[in-house]
T-cell receptor, first 113, second 114 residues
Framework: GDSVTQTEGQVALSEEDFLTIHCNYSASGYPALFWYVQYPGEGPQFLFRASRDKEKGSSRGFEATYNKETTSFHLQKASVQESDSAVYYCALGENTGYQNFYFGKGTSLTVIP | GPKVLQIPSHQIIDMGQMVTLNCDPVSNHLYFYWYKQILGQQMEFLVNFYNGKVMEKSKLFKDQFSVERPDGSYFTLKIQPTALEDSAVYFC???WGVGAETLYFGSGTRLTVL
């Protein structure tokens, strides 16, 4: 079945460091890919999406590029801030007659000021 | 962005009682979901619901769980009877549903079963 794998469970960085969170997916069809961010005590918030190969999604300085060849959608940010500390989820959405949605395990990002 | 409202934000009940969690999805959305998150752990899919029917459910969606959305009102998750392991935060989500559309989440209901 479809699945999403996030390699890093926890990431700790200093402010202004470069961020990469790896996301790989497995899907039988041609899914849409998403990044969500979850702050403590809140529900996941949609960050951005990409729907086709080589499309770049971006928001708030975060970006990721849909790569069908490597089945990846890695999240990057050039310079993180303390306020970016949160849990980040990669997700996959397929329309198989009804909509299926799969989340990765999440990556907890801590940015140290 | 679009808002999904969940009522209540916290619920404490005794084991064996019934509980209903309410969700007011985005007004023109067609697909509805429940996810469960135990403190400090990942979100886990419970069920999705479309056109008045459960389309898919996970093994976490026990026989004691049920969902409905009568007449376009709240989308509800009912647990009857509750068990200690049902303690978690339950997130409702909705989407327009055409071509893998974006899911929008509520802020969750923290359920504590004593």
């Amino acid at each position: 079945g479809d699945s999403v794998t996030q390699t890093e469970g926890q990431v700790a960085l200093s402010e202004e460091d470069f961020l990469t969170i790896h996301c790989n997916y497995s899907a039988s069809g041609y899914p849409a890919l998403f990044w969500y961010v979850q702050y403590p005590g809140e529900g996941p918030q949609f960050l951005f999406r990409a729907s086709r190969d080589k499309e770049k999604g971006s928001s708030r300085g975060f970006e990721a590029t849909y790569n069908k060849e490597t089945t990846s959608f890695h999240l990057q940010k050039a310079s993180v801030q303390e306020s970016d500390s949160a849990v980040y989820y990669c997700a996959l959405g397929e329309n198989t007659g009804y909509q299926n949605f799969y989340f990765g395990k999440g990556t907890s990002l801590t940015v140290i000021p | 962005g679009p808002k999904v409202l969940q009522i209540p934000s916290h619920q404490i009940i005794d084991m064996g009682q019934m509980v209903t969690l309410n969700c007011d999805p985005v007004s023109n959305h067609l697909y509805f979901y429940w996810y469960k998150q135990i403190l400090g752990q990942q979100m886990e899919f419970l069920v999705n619901f479309y056109n008045g029917k459960v389309m898919e459910k996970s093994k976490l969606f026990k026989d004691q769980f049920s969902v409905e959305r009568p007449d376009g009102s709240y989308f509800t998750l009912k647990i009857q009877p509750t068990a200690l392991e049902d303690s978690a935060v339950y997130f409702c989500a909705s989407s327009w549903g055409v071509g893998a559309e974006t899911l929008y989440f509520g802020s969750g209901t923290r359920l504590t079963v004593l």
